[in-house]
């Protein structure tokens, strides 16, 4: 390889413009290059490294010659935080292979590479350290072969970074090899090692000897050729099956003595294996259905684990046997399933073997073994580009796994499937109303019902990390099972079986599967392939009108989506059951039918859930009566899923306290689920035993969604009223309404993947106080304030940006407000550190009450003119509760009327933790501001509840507060602050959060 800098930037920008004209030039015409390996590999298990020896055919099938190979050297990818895998594994939210220390990542080195045994020039990719190029001595003309070898050494990562790793002497060895890109009709595919993203290999036969300690177990992709190791895991598995389980023991210290195991398969893409000392093993068989064969089932697994894996055999029997009926027949000869850590998801596929990660039970272990081993024909023998189409491979999967189980278990629940739940939870949730359709179909609305899912057909590193199991795994699941309703299950399974008997052990794309079903229906399928796989618009039929006279239903259906897909209407009996259907080829617009009179209770679209739509709310009318299509009320306590047949309302007991209103009981009704709806309400009433008056507080949103750059349009509308002991007017009672009508935009950006967010609202809050004084009038001070605010954020996992506009307008003022915070988290991502900014100046300021003034430290109580935060005293008093603050505007820890202005304000603010053991953080606040040209002070912070609960005792402060102090008696108690986020608590607002 080319050791110097400079050179090795000039060969990458060399290589890659060679590569992109050869993409330029090349024919369409489908080809498939063939690369046949022979590896020698050997474990070091005291120091965790692979020493191995490559040597590989490389057939060029293409049409013409190759001056360049691409290869991946995926174990690069956890060489340091810049390799792609470690930019997006922080961009999904996980540190640990940020702070992992040296000895556990890992790379690949020794490399020396020759082609028919001459040294050939190697070189990085300028981006990814993780692939590479060869520059070939002679071009590579069209059905000529090439022999290229190398020496390579491997260090093994730890496990629960990815796929790749080791926990102890457990290995899971997988992208371990030099591994050439594929070079199709397309062009090059070379492509960095990712999490999120899995991959796109060339086919050939592979012949793989592996040297370890004699009494390790492995198990590996392809047919084990070693007669020795045959018997050996007979043995094992023998031994596993017969011993009372107590009674098992296995050596723990590696043998010093090696064993070369030998393994061979023709047809293959990709070569894992796994090793333990160990292992307990399983093996049983399983006929295929069409050939007859006998395949072999293993299962290699903890002995902790044996209650569980004792079932793995049968489960890998049913999906061989069931994706071999769907699709055609199984054509290895072994399948087998490993237990051991893997952090790329539950479970992970390779040709022959599948990983499965620890703590799997019951039918959840059931779904992902099938799950995995399904991937043997959409991924192992249909070589999709899993990188570019993602869905194809996980999506196409997930449909099978989900008919595997109605097959097997009919309607089962999600109650049924996940072991442990109690059966309160169970019913308090509807979990046994969650079918294995309805919780992929569950999945997708998650995103899709505000507006943040994707398209089908996007590239896998696009993908959020909720849409990549939302929509390629779900929705895609779904949608197949949207085009199986539609042709018909006969057409559906020939298509399929057509498909894979065609492209087995090649590389297929969408156009190829359209095409296959196109040919078997007989139909244009562009309504399913061209528009709705590559559009994020959500179908919503609606049942407009039922109308019975005399023998016939008279239905009026209408689709409000653009999509126009086949849509069935059925009459129901009072069961549910279906009397008769019909079906409408195409549905576009309003549609209206006829239906016989069979006595029907209902009609409903889509009785049997086929239909992957946004709301299916709308889908079902009575026959007879009076509000026919409203659903039946459930009143329910807290909350629950989403019932589309039900008018849910939830309740909760309420219960509040402020200072001046004391202790309120109410009911808090609203109808917010994990699913986002159109409409959404809280009202929660609330009566105060002291003031004998009903307070409370009310909102309501309505949702619209669009296309463009807007992604979500909110009309909120929120109404609160308590009291507060006015300090201006003898802390007299003062009851406070708080009306806030306003409009929240949510923007789209072109990349779902940045980290950016941005947010505009325009609204006015108006507020009202009466003040009752005991023998005098009631006092009223009514305001109008007008908002606008825009806020940008900018989320990553060690830091976080937020950039905050707002003007506020009033008859006396208008008031500016830029506010900039940045956190960063330092010791392993455990430990935060904040600094804040805060400017705000009156563009003008008629004004003369000092409740509008700009403070140092922040609107508390009173001073909270808006009434936009929650105290629980809103007085001056010198009570425990008026210590309450507001962390706005100048921020300061320390109370103090010191600083405020009615011109300008500026200041600084810093919160860190420190790394002990107790949750104990320093602040510090500089200010300045047309009153006072500096001040400042700095404590110690005690937190409680992070953001939510958080204590402040002051240590130093400046002259001018001192002073204050001083003149007006100020304890040291008195200085002592907390803040009391209560809004913070909002589940659905954290929910909101997640997905957004």
């Avoid at 849910?648 to 709806?677: A, C, R, V």
């Avoid at 950016?756 to 108006?766: E, M, P, V």
């Avoid at 425990?880 to 100048?890: E, R, S, Y």
């Amino acid at each position: 390889m080319l050791k110097i800098e400079r050179k090795k930037a000039l060969w990458g920008f060399l290589v890659l413009g060679i590569s992109l004209g050869l993409k330029a030039q090349h024919s369409k015409t489908y080809f498939q290059q063939t690369v046949n390996y022979d590896i020698q590999v050997e474990l070091d298990d005291s120091n965790h490294f692979l020493n191995g020896y490559e040597e590989l055919e490389y057939i060029n099938n293409s049409h013409h010659g190759m001056d360049t190979l691409w290869f991946h050297l995926w174990p690069n990818a956890y060489k340091n935080n810049e390799t792609a895998l470690g930019k997006q594994l922080l961009e999904n939210g996980s540190t640990t292979f940020q702070f992992i220390d040296k000895d556990g990542r890992g790379y690949i080195d020794s490399l020396n590479f020759k082609v028919n045994d001459k040294l050939v020039k190697w070189v990085y990719h300028p981006d990814y350290i993780d692939v590479c190029a060869l520059i070939l001595n002679k071009k590579l003309a069209p059905k000529e072969r090439i022999t290229i070898s190398t020496p390579f050494r491997v260090k093994i990562p730890a496990a629960g970074i990815s796929r790749l790793g080791h926990e102890g002497n457990s290995y899971q060895i997988t992208q371990w090899y030099p591994k050439p890109a594929v070079f199709d009709k397309d062009g090059w595919h070379a492509m960095p090692y990712l999490n999120q993203g899995e991959f796109y290999s060339e086919f050939g036969t592979f012949d793989v000897r592996i040297s370890v300690p004699k009494n390790y177990v492995i198990g590996a992709t392809g047919e084990l050729k070693t007669k020795s190791e045959i018997d050996f895991l007979s043995e094992r598995a023998n031994y596993s099956a017969s011993t009372p389980l107590d009674e098992i023991t296995f050596d723990s210290i590696s043998s010093n003595e090696y064993k070369t195991l030998h393994f061979r398969q023709a047809n293959l893409h990709d070569f894992a294996w796994f090793g333990q000392k160990d292992f307990m093993v399983l093996k049983d068989s399983v006929e295929l259905p069409n050939s007859k064969r006998s395949v072999n089932t293993w299962a290699y697994f903890d002995k902790a684990n044996y209650k569980e894996w004792k079932g793995v055999p049968r489960y890998i029997n049913q999906a061989v046997y069931h994706y071999s009926k769907y699709n055609g027949d199984y054509p290895y000869k072994h399948c087998s399933a490993v237990e051991a850590s893997l952090e790329a998801g539950g479970g992970m596929e390779y040709p022959l073997i599948t990983i499965i990660d620890f703590g799997m039970t019951g039918k959840v272990l059931e779904n992902v073994i099938v799950h995995e081993v399904g991937h043997n024909w959409f991924y192992g023998m249909l070589g999709f580009n899993e990188r570019d189409m993602p869905s194809l491979d996980e999506g196409i999967n997930s449909f099978y796994e989900m008919r595997y189980f109605e097959e097997l278990y009919g309607d089962i629940s999600l109650s049924a499937q996940i072991t442990g739940i109690p059966n309160f939870l169970n019913a308090w949730l509807a979990l046994d109303l969650i079918t294995v359709r309805g919780e992929k179909y569950f999945t997708y609305l998650f995103t899709a019902r505000n507006n943040t899912d994707q398209k089908l057909t996007a590239h896998a590193a696009d993908y959020t990390f909720l849409n990549y199991g939302a929509i390629v795994y779900a929705k895609m699941a779904v949608s197949l099972q949207m085009l199986r309703a539609a042709l018909g299950t006969d057409v559906f399974d020939k298509s399929m079986r057509q498909f894979y008997s065609k492209w087995e052990f090649k590389h297929p794309n969408l156009q190829d599967l359209r095409a296959e079903f196109e040919l078997v229906s007989g139909e244009d399928l562009s309504w399913f392939f061209d528009h709705y796989l590559n559009s994020t618009e959500k179908i919503n039929i609606k049942l407009k009108k039922v109308k019975t006279k005399n023998d016939i239903h008279y239905v009026k259906v209408k689709n409000k989506s653009s999509l126009n897909i086949p849509v069935s209407i059925s009459a129901l009996d009072k069961d549910g059951a279906v009397l008769s259907s019909h079906k409408i080829k195409s549905l576009s617009g309003v549609s209206k039918i006829e239906l016989a009179n069979t006595g029907a209770k209902s009609i409903m679209v889509d009785a049997h859930l086929n239909t992957v739509e946004k709301n299916r709310k709308d889908n079902i009318s009575r026959t007879k009566g009076i509000l026919k299509k409203v659903e039946p009320l459930q009143l329910k306590f807290l909350g629950s899923l989403e019932n589309s047949n039900k008018t849910q309302l939830f309740y909760l007991p309420m219960i509040g306290w402020n200072s001046s209103d004391q202790t309120m009981l109410g009911i808090g009704l609203h109808n917010k689920s994990i699913l986002e709806k159109p409409f959404e309400f809280f009202v929660a009433p609330m009566y105060s035993i002291h003031r004998n008056q009903i307070n409370g507080i009310y909102n309501a949103d309505y949702h619209f969604y669009f296309s463009s750059f807007i992604k979500r349009l909110t009309l909120n509308g929120n109404l609160q009223r308590f009291s507060y002991s006015n300090p201006t007017l003898g802390l007299n009672s003062t009851q406070f309404e708080r009306y806030n009508p306003k409009i929240n935009f949510d923007f789209k950006n072109k990349n779902a993947r940045s980290p950016w967010r941005n947010y505009l609202s325009i609204g006015t809050i108006y507020t009202t106080e009466h003040t009752n004084r005991e023998g005098l009038a009631i006092v009223s001070d009514d305001n109008l304030y007008k908002i606008l605010d825009w806020k940008s954020t900018r989320n990553r996992e060690l830091s976080q940006s937020e950039i905050n506009f707002t003007s506020t307008n009033h008859e006396d003022f208008q008031l500016i407000e830029l506010v900039g915070t940045q956190n960063w988290k330092y010791h392993k991502g455990k430990e935060n550190i904040s600094l804040r900014m805060y400017a705000g100046i009156f563009a003008n300021n008629q004004s003369v009450s000092p409740r509008y003034n700009l403070r140092m430290d922040g609107q508390r109580g009173w001073y909270d003119y808006t009434f936009s935060n929650v105290f629980l005293e809103r007085g001056t008093s010198h009570d425990f509760w008026q210590q309450q603050m507001n962390d706005n505007q100048g921020g300061f820890k320390t109370p103090t009327n010191v600083g405020q202005s009615n011109n300008w304000l500026l200041a600084f603010n810093l919160n860190a933790d420190l790394p002990l053991v107790l949750p104990i953080g320093i602040y510090s606040d500089i200010g300045t501001s047309s009153t006072e040209s500096f001040m400042f002070n700095a404590g110690v912070r005690i937190t409680v509840l992070r953001d939510i609960v958080e204590v402040f005792l002051p240590a130093l402060w400046s002259d001018s507060i001192e002073q204050a102090y001083s003149a007006n008696n100020v304890t040291y108690n008195e200085q002592i602050r907390f803040t009391l986020h209560l809004h913070k608590l909002n589940p659905y607002k954290a929910l909101d959060g997640i997905v957004k």
